[in-house]
């Protein structure tokens, strides 16, 4: 871009103090720019317009009596041969108001109303603070755009899994560093019984890219669920390639987990190709996890059947679900009892999380008894439900289903409004009969 001509005389027509003419040009502040803009990046443009607001800046800190007297300076950059400018801009009106920032038409020069009319007010010393100032502004803008650019590359990778190699600890919390940033994996996120050393590789989950003062702030976990589901993304290439679905995950971390995975393909078998010969494919991803073992579960559409796969290893006779109460009865043989439960109800616990219903278990003689008892509870509901409708057309109330659903405390304010009613009449048919005569003594 070309020098700009410009008018340096002030309001009243008078040279203005303190102006250096012309104005030197760097050369060196051009070919930083191009350089960190083929280097790191960063826009030239943008690195210049940041330079010009910094410049103002330094010039109403370093200037004030000439800052205050032109009202609105601005300086320019010029952007083929670094020479710094500062202007007194003036807005072009047909009547001035504010001589400070307003120019008429007539001394604009032949500019139109609404334009903007810059007149040259560098000071001598202003190259010196300039040559600073554009240095301070170039290494934060620096700072800025590496941490922005670190920022943007791990927010892009929310939800994913990363490589790291442990740098401290501090409060319990392990820092840990990633290469182009540094993330930290709190207390709260890490598996109770893990421990690892000072310089050791740990795969973690990011959670969470925070902006702070000090750059981006990255969260980690190894307890989240979508750690086990990424593992299984990484580890087994059908999961990867999309073929093999990871439906639902459950997870104690560092003790057991439950993942459900499903397939279109009629000749894949999910289960198989995630456990993988031998289980060597879940078994490397226990070891990922220090020793948590994975149970790999058939996804199926039908709850039942779902239920009654994430109960595995136990064998289930069969599932009743209750819709209102979601709600699966699942019934077990007698000597899978315990195994459907698992040590202290981790078993079902991961099973009720997976699949999404409350699970109930019983052996055999345990459902027969339950069902007897349903049978009773049935027949004294039919029962009660028939009390309700004579006591009802006694009294002249009518039933509907929601008072029928309340069944023994109905009944009971029923039989109280049918009692009323004939203590009602009772009364009424003795005062319909005439008193008796008394009795007269011989």
């Not at 000749?267 to 993988?276: M, S, T």
Request: charged share 30%.
């Amino acid at each position: 871009m070309a020098v700009r001509k410009t008018v340096k005389k002030n309001a009243d027509g008078s040279a203005p103090a303190g102006v250096a003419t012309p104005s030197v040009a760097n050369p060196e502040l051009i070919a930083a720019l191009k350089e960190l803009e083929r280097d790191r990046n960063l826009s030239a443009e943008v690195l210049m317009e940041a330079l010009e607001a910094a410049l103002v800046s330094a010039y109403k800190r370093n200037f004030v009596r000439e800052a205050e007297a032109v009202g609105n300076p601005v300086v320019i950059v010029d952007r083929e041969n670094g020479a710094y400018r500062v202007f007194a801009r003036r807005t072009v009106v047909a009547e001035v108001t504010d001589p400070a920032i307003e120019i008429s038409v007539a001394d604009a020069g032949g500019k139109a109303a609404g334009e903007n009319f810059d007149v040259e007010i560098t000071p001598k010393e202003f190259g010196r603070i300039a040559a600073q100032t554009a240095k301070q502004v170039i290494v934060q803008r620096i700072r800025e755009a590496e941490r922005d650019m670190v920022f943007d590359e791990y927010n892009d990778r929310l939800d994913e899994l990363v490589g790291g190699q442990v740098l401290r600890y501090e409060q319990r919390n392990m820092f840990v560093d990633l290469g182009k940033a540094e993330a930290i994996l709190p207390v709260s996120e890490q598996v109770a019984h893990e421990s690892f050393r000072i310089n050791e590789r740990v795969r973690a989950y990011v959670m969470e890219v925070r902006k702070t003062n000090r750059g981006p702030q990255i969260i980690l976990s190894r307890i989240h669920p979508n750690v086990v589901r990424r593992l299984f993304e990484q580890e087994i290439p059908e999961v990867s390639q999309g073929i093999v679905e990871v439906k639902d995950v459950a997870r104690e971390p560092g003790a057991r987990s439950k993942i459900s995975v499903w397939t279109n393909e009629e000749d894949i078998d999910a289960v198989g190709a995630c456990l993988g010969p031998r289980s060597s494919r879940v078994n490397n991803i226990g070891e990922e996890l220090r020793g948590e073992k994975i149970d790999v579960i058939q996804w199926s559409p039908d709850p039942a059947t779902y239920v009654a796969n994430a109960l595995a290893p136990a064998k289930v006779i069969s599932v009743h679900l209750n819709e209102r109460e979601h709600l699966a009865e699942a019934v077990v043989p007698d000597y899978q009892l315990s195994l459907a439960i698992g040590k202290e109800g981790q078993n079902v616990r991961l099973a009720a999380r997976l699949t999404g219903w409350r699970i109930d278990i019983h052996n055999e003689e345990q459902w027969a008894e339950v069902m007897s008892q349903r049978v009773d509870e049935d027949k004294e509901r039919e029962e009660l439900a028939a009390m309700a409708e004579v006591a009802a057309e006694e009294s002249g109330v009518e039933l509907t289903a929601e008072m029928l659903a309340q069944d023994e405390e109905l009944i009971r304010k029923l039989q109280e409004l049918q009692r009323m009613t004939l203590g009602e009449d009772e009364v009424e048919e003795e005062e319909a009969t005439p008193d008796a005569e008394p009795e007269i003594a011989e």
